[in-house]
């Protein structure tokens, strides 16, 4: 697929000369073909009230909660399976053709947290450090909460930069990863009381509530967490996967985002 410059440059072109396939296998519709649909699992109620995890009954918390500087936390999708392979390729690969979609999910997981008419936040996002974002040519964080603040029609501001180049976190546990993000990012300019803080996967949530915490340090109140995709341990609940409303050529749940 040609680069997310050229796209960008060129978008309606080049979408007649080629066309998207399926974010999942590469093949079949746009953005996901009848074989990866079964593979999605969309994340809904009943769950945790803080963190969004599916459950058989609704909690006010759990054990798979992030740490405590985050307020809350919703995610739209499982990190597993075709979700898992168009994150990877969003992050290394610029498949900036995965950002409308995984954008529409995450604005429906939004609006199942906090409802139609809730109160615009300011949004900001999990920087990446310099060389990163130089090899990559972009910031996969920034562009979703970018869409996101479009689509909502909410504010969006740079509020933290990251000044330690922390080693890939993959293979690390939540303790170890929480240590490594220890000091990693500074706030860059005075936050408002409540700021939604987007990124693409949650897994420990240590990256997540170091940033919460250098906003909290810098005068916010309350740190909302907003993700394209949760990695979990141990099963979901089998509603998640092929829910009503996941229909041939849609990736969000029935329900429309308020704009």
């Avoid at 058989?56 to 979700?83: H, I, K, M, N, T």
């Avoid at 995450?106 to 090899?135: C, F, N, Q, S, Y």
């Avoid at 949760?230 to 009503?244: E, F, T």
Wanted: charged residues 25%.
């Amino acid at each position: 697929m040609p680069g997310p410059t050229l796209r960008g440059m060129f978008g309606g072109l080049l979408d007649a000369l080629f066309p998207c396939h399926c974010l999942g296998c590469g093949g079949g519709e746009w953005p996901y073909c009848a074989r990866c649909r079964l593979e999605v699992a969309v994340l809904g109620p009943p769950w945790c009230r803080r963190c969004g995890r599916p459950l058989e009954f609704s909690v006010e918390a759990c054990r798979d909660c992030p740490p405590e500087a985050l307020s809350w936390a919703r995610a739209a999708y499982l990190y597993e399976g075709p979700v898992r392979k168009t994150l990877i390729r969003l992050k290394f690969g610029g498949l900036r053709s995965a950002v409308d979609v995984l954008s529409l999910a995450m604005m429906a997981a939004l609006r199942k947290e906090r409802g139609g008419d809730a109160e615009p936040m300011v949004i900001t996002w999990v920087p990446l450090g310099r060389r990163r974002r130089r090899a990559r040519g972009y910031d996969q964080a920034e562009v979703l909460a970018r869409q996101v603040a479009a689509g909502l029609r909410w504010p969006i501001r740079s509020l933290l930069e990251r000044v330690v180049e922390t080693p890939p976190q993959a293979r690390r546990t939540g303790a170890e990863r929480a240590r490594a993000q220890r000091g990693a990012f500074r706030s860059t300019a005075r936050p408002p009381t409540m700021v939604l803080l987007v990124d693409d996967v949650l897994t420990s949530g240590a990256t997540a509530a170091e940033c919460a915490r250098t906003l909290r340090a810098a005068g916010a109140r309350h740190v909302g967490l907003l993700t394209a995709a949760r990695s979990l341990g141990g099963d979901v609940p089998a509603r998640c996967y092929n829910p009503p409303g996941l229909q041939p050529g849609s990736v969000v749940a029935r329900e429309n985002v308020s704009r």
